[in-house]
């Protein structure tokens, strides 16, 4: 059980999409801990509140992914366990940024929503974000980092760093954080772990569509579940168990989340089927993890406290 550090020097060149067309930059093994250090969200290209994002960003070059990992003995049909161990600010990128994006966000209309009014205006905060917490404007939010993006590579296509779907992906899910495990499909060998957006806080359904972005230290520990062919992801901590789902209409992603709950359930808890569709339908507990990207996210959780009483 090996500790390796991916730096961004030896990253080298960023992703923004995800896919198995990749060259891995880092080869691991089941049960060893990697720690690497991400970009933010725009890649440091944002550096003071007087930068307008258009004249520094460009769609859909957003969201730089670190990796991709390949994680010996992965293959077609196992999941890989992936625990956060810690995420920390960058001290040689410090402060988180947020802004405004023209026709990006939950309040005005997109590309997929379109409308005639004109785009919001284009505005951005930058705060101070240490593990004490995150300073803005005589106001302190809490520190409660966790990772915007992180997934395994499809099996066929590469996906833009901005969507959530079957691989994990852009989920912008607060309870991928220090001390939870995701659990991802694996579809090509080694998996290529992908990872990065990481994000200081941010309220359900990331509503502006820009979270307190910032640069990370991020450890993690990645293991291999044989034989276990998720379809979605998954994410446990020792509070609750956790399906996931992404897609558009929202009700849609929390069918997803929710129907992969149910056969969480019966598969390893010993739940009849039915009888796990009402226990849910009485103590489950939703998620909303954004309503901004090309797919919404949401989770669908239960306590242990009533696995427990099985």
């Not at 168990?241 to 997803?256: H, K, N, Q, T, Y």
Request: glycine content about 10%; charged content about 20%; hydrophobic content about 40%.
């Amino acid at each position: 059980m090996a500790t390796h550090h991916l730096t961004e020097k030896a990253q080298g060149k960023f992703h923004y999409t995800i896919g198995p067309y990749a060259e891995p930059v880092l080869r691991v093994r089941p049960g060893d801990t990697v720690v690497v250090e991400t970009a933010d969200a725009f890649e440091g290209r944002i550096t003071d509140e007087r930068v307008k994002p258009s004249s520094v960003l460009e769609v859909p070059f957003l969201n730089p992914q670190s990796g991709p990992i390949y994680v010996e003995g992965a293959e077609k049909g196992d999941a890989l366990a992936v625990h956060i161990d810690s995420i920390l600010p960058r001290k040689d990128r410090p402060g988180g940024t947020t802004c405004l994006i023209p026709n990006f966000g939950g309040l005005c209309g997109t590309d997929l929503t379109a409308l005639l009014h004109e785009p919001l205006p284009e505005k951005v905060w930058k705060m101070e974000v240490t593990e004490a917490g995150v300073r803005w404007n005589g106001m302190t939010f809490p520190y409660t980092p966790f990772l915007g993006t992180i997934s395994t590579s499809p099996q066929i296509d590469s996906i833009n760093a901005l969507t959530g779907g079957k691989h994990g992906g852009n989920m912008d899910l607060p309870d991928v954080c220090p001390g939870a495990t995701i659990y991802l499909p694996v579809k090509v060998p080694g998996a290529l772990l992908y990872l990065g957006d990481g994000h200081a806080t941010q309220g359900d359904g990331e509503l502006c569509g820009v979270a307190v972005e910032f640069a990370t230290i991020t450890t993690l520990t990645v293991n291999v579940v044989k034989g276990w062919d998720l379809q979605w992801p998954r994410v446990e901590n020792d509070r609750f168990i956790m399906s996931v789902g992404s897609a558009r209409p929202m009700e849609d992603a929390a069918r997803i989340a929710y129907a992969d709950l149910v056969k969480w359930l019966e598969s390893k808890f010993g739940f009849d089927r039915w009888d796990a569709y009402f226990v849910l339908s009485e103590v489950g507990k939703v998620r909303l993890a954004n309503m901004v990207d090309p797919m919404y996210t949401i989770g669908a959780s239960i306590s242990k406290e009533y696995l427990k009483q099985r």
